[in-house]
């Protein structure tokens, strides 16, 4: 009955708080903040019936971010890489943005995704912070206003529809030489894993299916890294290996020890003065903290700007005093003691640690709100390795026991891959587009 009284706006409110105090039912309040590797898995691992869990973030689907780059050319099509919010049962949802935290009234303050001006508060026993991190542009003039990013869907999705735009510009025969050169060219900044597996998927679109449909256009593909070399956190065998095979190509230019100085709609200037005509600019330079990070008076690492944490992933006010309900993971947070890297597998490994001990029953003192930690384990980071795909059938895989490139390694990317998809239902899409996209071709139409 209450419920049916929800759709008569001036007792909604009321009744939807008086509901809530109903149906929580004494469970403490566990507030997640971000939909990404460390607030997703968090809550997929979360006994959710022993807690009243409301996540927040302003997507509302976990995002298979590995597999990211493969979407923008149509080796793989958006659905299969996203796994709704909503699709896990014993939740509450907003799509919105947390701007403050008050870990003194236990409340956290929102705006709405859709609509800026509707605010709302939560009070929360227990804050997981697992907002993420945004790009960093370390402020060269530019690329707020005319750089593509790659972290979101929308971003893909974005690259993919200006990739289509500029091939048929380009194959217009009544425009210029020097014009079309310049719709074809492609420049990508950072020699990150996320740059290198994106210029191995436009690669494989270029010669395979751009090659085909326009026969006329040809591409350039420039590959820019501040460094002497790309992928530093691999061993250096593999990243000569992967630099030898980005410069045996002939529509790939690796411009290493180089840093963009500005970027504008169509062009990029360098460090070394010269001036790139271009059509795309690809961003993808590392990582730095969110609004809301930059906001919060924790204990913050003073070169990354990430919340400082203990090694039970409690949040540090000063290098002894711990927040004892707030939590933080992922790539917004790392332990004091050793600091762990920003990435996918690190953020999934902390919110299954994270998750486990909440669900322990002695994770609370009796009748208190307060953790104890004496009988728990403090989180341990197990590298299992990196995998980076380079294009034509190739990759790098840097294990434990052993470092492998070529064929192999490409064969072992995709394997891990579909194994780590949440959900059978995008296993099965995933392996369908890869065979469709070997066999018929990508699909090269706009979204």
Excluded at 408 to 418: A, E, I, N
Aim: glycine share 6%.
């Amino acid at each position: 009955m209450f419920r049916s009284l929800l759709k008569y706006p001036l007792i909604s409110n009321r009744l939807k708080h008086t509901l809530t105090r109903q149906e929580n039912n004494g469970k403490k309040k566990v507030i997640v903040l971000g939909a990404g590797w460390g607030g997703f898995q968090f809550v997929r691992y979360l006994n959710r019936k022993k807690y009243d869990v409301t996540l927040v973030s302003p997507r509302n689907h976990f995002l298979f971010t590995p597999l990211l780059p493969s979407t923008t050319v149509g080796t793989l099509e958006f659905r299969c890489i996203i796994e709704p919010v909503r699709t896990l049962s014993n939740l509450h949802y907003y799509q919105a943005h947390c701007d403050e935290i008050n870990s003194k009234t236990n409340q956290i303050h929102c705006r709405d995704f859709f609509n800026t001006n509707k605010e709302f508060t939560l009070d929360f026993d227990y804050l997981i912070c697992c907002h993420g991190a945004k790009s960093n542009t370390f402020s060269v003039p530019g690329v707020e206003q005319h750089a593509f990013f790659l972290k979101q869907l929308s971003d893909a999705r974005a690259i993919r529809n200006r990739l289509m735009e500029l091939f048929e510009r380009a194959s217009n025969r009544f425009i210029s030489d020097d014009e079309r050169k310049a719709l074809t060219t492609f420049v990508i900044v950072g020699g990150g894993p996320t740059s290198i597996e994106f210029s191995g998927e436009l690669h494989d679109f270029i010669v395979e299916d751009v090659a085909k449909w326009f026969p006329d256009v040809k591409t350039r593909v420039i590959v820019v890294e501040s460094t002497d070399h790309i992928l530093g956190t691999f061993d250096s065998k593999l990243t000569d290996y992967a630099m030898n095979i980005l410069k045996s190509r002939s529509e790939i230019t690796l411009k290493t020890n180089t840093h963009v100085k500005r970027v504008d709609e169509n062009e990029v200037l360098l460090s070394n003065g010269e001036v790139i005509p271009c059509g795309l600019t690809v961003w993808s330079t590392g990582l730095s903290p969110t609004e809301l990070t930059s906001t919060l008076s924790f204990l913050k690492e003073k070169r990354s700007g990430r919340i400082y944490t203990n090694d039970h992933l409690q949040v540090l006010i000063d290098d002894k005093t711990t927040i004892n309900n707030i939590f933080a993971l992922g790539d917004c947070a790392t332990p004091i003691e050793h600091s762990i890297p920003a990435t996918a597998q690190a953020a999934a490994q902390q919110a299954k640690y994270l998750a486990k001990r909440f669900n322990q029953k002695t994770f609370f003192l009796a009748n208190s709100n307060e953790i104890t930690n004496d009988k728990y384990p403090a989180f341990n980071f197990s590298n299992l390795g990196m995998l980076a795909y380079l294009g034509g059938y190739g990759g790098l895989a840097d294990l434990k026991q052993t470092k492998i490139s070529g064929f192999l390694s490409w064969l072992l990317w995709r394997s891990v891959y579909m194994t780590r998809l949440v959900s059978f239902k995008n296993r099965l899409l995933v392996a369908m587009f890869w065979f469709k996209s070997f066999v018929f071709g990508r699909d090269i139409s706009r979204f």
